[in-house]
Nanobody, 123 residues
Framework: QVQLVESGGGLVQAGGSLRLSCAAS????????MGWFRQAPGKERDFVAG???????AYADSVKGRFAISRDNAKNTVYLQMNSLKREDTAFYYC?????????????????WGQGTQVTVSS
């Protein structure tokens, strides 16, 4: 069982930056792929960024060049650095862990989810 706790969300002006953190429990964190997803009101949960156990990364087209995912296995933590934020980035952001994903981008590939953190970008 893996427990995930997100932090770092908040209110930021367009063009600003935020860094989300996701702390994971358990001793096998380094063997999990990790992902960030987001969900706006009335919309589906969408892939944002993912990182494999070997630190291969993937990004949604909408965030490429602006967001960066990274992991610190010593701290059991995955990060999402978000720069040049836009109003359309406003959503609830979720961290997820996958034991043996076929891809990094599908909700269905992830086994554990955090409770999420709100990110609001104002104009």
């Amino acid at each position: 069982q893996v427990q995930l706790v997100e932090s770092g969300g908040g209110l930021v002006q367009a063009g600003g930056s935020l860094r989300l953190s996701c702390a994971a429990s358990g001793r096998t964190f380094s063997s999990y792929a990790m992902g960030w997803f987001r969900q706006a009101p009335g919309k589906e949960r969408d892939f944002v960024a993912g990182i494999s156990w070997s630190s291969v990364t993937a990004y949604a087209d909408s965030v490429k060049g602006r967001f960066a995912i990274s992991r610190d296995n010593a701290k059991n933590t995955v990060y999402l650095q978000m720069n040049s934020l836009k109003r359309e980035d406003t959503a609830f952001y979720y961290c997820a862990a996958a034991r043996s994903p076929r891809t990094l981008v599908s909700v269905k590939d992830y086994d554990y989810w955090g409770q999420g953190t709100q990110v609001t970008v104002s104009s």
